[in-house]
Nanobody
Framework: QVQLVESGGGQVQAGGSLRLSCTAS????????IAWFRQAPGKEREFVAG?????YYTNSVKGRFTISRDNAKKAVYLQMTSLIPDDTGVYYC?????????????????WGQGTQVTVSS
C-alpha cells in the first residue's frame, strides 16, 4: 500500500505562485509514475502534470508549472507560477507502478485527499 498526502495549497491572486508537495509513505515509490490532477467545481478531474523519469504536462500549464521529484524524501512537487483563475481547483496527487496513459484517472492505484488551490482575479 501507498499513502499520499498533499500540502501547499492556498489562495493567491492571479500572477502569483504556489508550490504543492506530495509525500508518499508505505511502499517505495522511486519507480512509480506520479501525477498531479485537479478538479474544479462541476468539472471532471483533469491531468495537470506527471513524472516518471521525465516530466509531462498538459498544454495549459506548459511553461508555468514544473513537476519534480525527490526520491530520497519520497516527495513530488508541483511548482506553479503565473497562476490564473482557471487553475483553481482541488489538486490531487496520484501514483501507480505502471500506467497506460498519463491523463486517465483510472490508471492510478493510489490517490491523496487533495489540497485546495484558489486563484482570484
Amino acid at each position: 500500500q501507498v499513502q499520499l498526502v498533499e500540502s501547499g495549497g492556498g489562495q493567491v491572486q492571479a500572477g502569483g505562485s504556489l508550490r504543492l508537495s506530495c509525500t508518499a509513505s508505505g511502499r517505495t515509490v522511486d519507480a512509480y509514475y506520479i501525477a498531479w490532477f485537479r478538479q474544479a467545481p462541476g468539472k471532471e478531474r483533469e491531468f495537470v502534470a506527471g513524472i516518471h523519469f521525465d516530466p509531462y504536462y498538459t498544454n495549459s500549464v506548459k511553461g508555468r508549472f514544473t513537476i519534480s521529484r525527490d526520491n530520497a524524501k519520497k516527495a513530488v512537487y508541483l511548482q506553479m507560477t503565473s497562476l490564473i483563475p482557471d487553475d483553481t481547483g482541488v489538486y490531487y496527487c496520484a501514483a501507480s507502478p505502471t500506467i497506460g496513459r498519463w491523463d486517465t484517472p483510472t490508471e492510478y492505484d493510489y490517490w491523496g485527499q487533495g489540497t485546495q488551490v484558489t486563484v482570484s482575479s
